[in-house]
């Protein structure tokens, strides 16, 4: 009984040190593939505005994550988008989700398959939400490989504003007259925290863009997007 106790020991700590090896070549793997990815197209740091597209879990997700995890923007139209991202899961391997990334002319510049492993141990009932970060994460890292993303998600006082494109004026000139009258103007107009949908509307106009993503709602103005949660303003940037 004893020597069939050892084996059945041996069986198992066998199994799950191979088990162990196939985990960390896969890993390995995925690094190695990684470092060995073209040089990103310089096109997605042009990019402002993104409209995801997808009617899934993971597109859901993304929708919800985008401005969490990167620099951009999300808008409520393709027709006012700098770029689409389609989003798309495997309704057999849930975990796996799709990115892909085309400009407003049609032109792919990026893609990418986020998988997280997740599956492997919750099965069928995976929630495909953290292949969703790890894919947003991944598209930030591709476009602005210097800003890093940590648990709090992007800092994003530091990305590029919609207003200004990088690489697009010339180094010295001057501004613009109606920019910087514009500017001039939006310094005058302070957006405080709890402010109601009201006061905002009242201080600065109508926005641009509305995005009402349920548990929060955006208005866009050129120059800057305030977050409303409960009615009130929760975030200015």
């Known amino acids: 009984m004893r020597n069939q106790s050892c084996a059945r020991f041996k069986r198992t700590i066998a199994q799950l040190t191979a088990v162990l090896v196939a985990i960390t070549i896969v890993l390995v793997a995925r690094e190695v593939l990684a470092k060995q990815r073209p040089a990103s197209d310089p096109r997605m740091r042009q990019i402002r505005t993104v409209f995801i597209k997808g009617n899934n879990e993971a ?66 009932d995976y929630d495909p939400g953290i292949s969703v970060m790890r894919g947003l994460k991944r598209l930030q890292k591709d476009a602005w490989p210097e800003m890093k993303a940590h648990f709090r998600g992007v800092d994003r006082s530091a990305c590029p504003q919609a207003s200004e494109p990088e690489n697009v004026a010339t180094p010295g000139a001057a501004s613009p007259p109606k920019a910087a009258a514009q500017g001039a103007a939006n310094a005058t107009k302070e957006i405080k925290l709890g402010m109601t949908i009201a006061d905002v509307e009242k201080t600065l106009g109508a926005p641009a863009t509305k995005v009402d993503l349920g548990e929060k709602l955006l208005y866009k103005y050129k120059d800057m997007t305030v977050e409303f949660r409960d009615g009130k303003v929760a975030d200015v940037r």
Do not use: M
């Not at 495997?90 to 599956?119: C, K, M, Y």
């Open 59 to 124: 597109a859901v997700n993304a929708r919800k994550e985008l401005e969490w995890w990167t620099c951009y923007q999300l808008a409520n139209s393709e027709t006012k988008a700098d770029a689409v991202l389609e989003v798309a899961s495997d309704p057999s391997h849930r975990e796996a989700v799709n990115f892909t990334l085309t400009t407003a002319g049609g032109d792919l510049i990026w893609s990418w398959t986020s998988q997280s492993g997740g599956a492997l141990i919750f099965g069928p």
